[in-house]
């Protein structure tokens, strides 16, 4: 079963807006991870919040994480036709290596 | 792609017949994972290992058996294919040792149809 719920399922901006997707979790997690997918690639890790953190910034990606909420945003900041993929939230365990994903957001930027 | 390649990139096979996908990285990570991602369904782990010959199984493990004799490279095989084995098969690695959940590298994946 899923760990994580992506939501928007698929989003379609122009250029130039803000994109936010967001993730439900159900579970405790030791940290939250968001990862790129672009059509027919492999998964590209691109930032990843701890428990105890509650926003994280990393070029124009901005995360935040509500423990209390069991969910987290994904922010991505003056689109670009570039930033067209699926987006993926993961969830870790405390204690474990593994990761469960969601079902992902398809993001469209449209020029 | 993080030094990890995935052979073949895409294979069609016939149903009962035996399949075996080979992840390969030269970034001397200990953990690897197989996932395969379908539609509506994301990305599920099929087995993953935590270090030469200790693998354990994922949330789809059924049909599927992995090894792991080297550092570098993990199998997964599909003693019998089957239909609903037809999917996009992913290969990930992590590193970090003493450490909850790191970041993982992926591979380009393979495109397996059974037919």
């Known amino acids: 079963s899923q760990q994580g719920e992506e939501d928007p399922q698929a989003l379609s901006i122009q250029e130039g807006e803000n994109a936010t997707m967001n993730c439900s979790y159900k579970?405790?997690?030791?940290?939250l991870q968001w990862y790129r997918q672009n059509s027919g690639r492999g998964l590209v890790h691109l930032i990843l919040i701890r428990s105890n953190e509650r926003e994280k910034h990393s070029g124009r990606l901005r995360v935040t994480l509500d423990t209390s909420k069991k969910s987290s945003s994904l922010l991505i900041t003056a689109s670009r036709a570039a930033d067209t993929a699926s987006y993926f939230c993961?969830?870790?365990?405390?204690?474990?290596?593994?990761?469960?994903f969601g079902t992902g957001t398809r993001l469209t930027i449209i020029p | 792609d993080a030094g990890i390649t995935q052979s073949p990139r895409h294979k069609v096979t016939e149903t009962g017949t035996p399949v075996t996908l080979r992840c390969h990285q030269t970034e001397n990570h200990r953990y690897m994972y197989w996932y395969r991602q379908d539609p509506g369904h994301g990305l599920r782990l099929i087995h993953y290992s935590y270090g030469v010959k200790d693998t354990d199984k994922g949330e789809v493990s059924d049909g599927y058996s992995v090894s792991r004799s080297k550092t570098e490279d993990f199998l997964l095989t599909l003693e019998s294919a089957t239909s609903s084995q037809t999917s996009v098969y992913f290969c990930?690695?992590?590193?970090?040792?003493?450490?909850?959940?790191?970041?993982?590298?992926f591979g380009p994946g393979t495109r397996l149809t059974v037919t």
């Open positions: 993961a969830t870790a365990n405390f204690g474990n290596e593994k990761l469960t």
């Open positions: 990930a690695i992590s590193g970090t040792s003493g450490r909850s959940g790191a970041e993982q590298y």
């Open positions: 579970t405790s997690i030791n940290n």
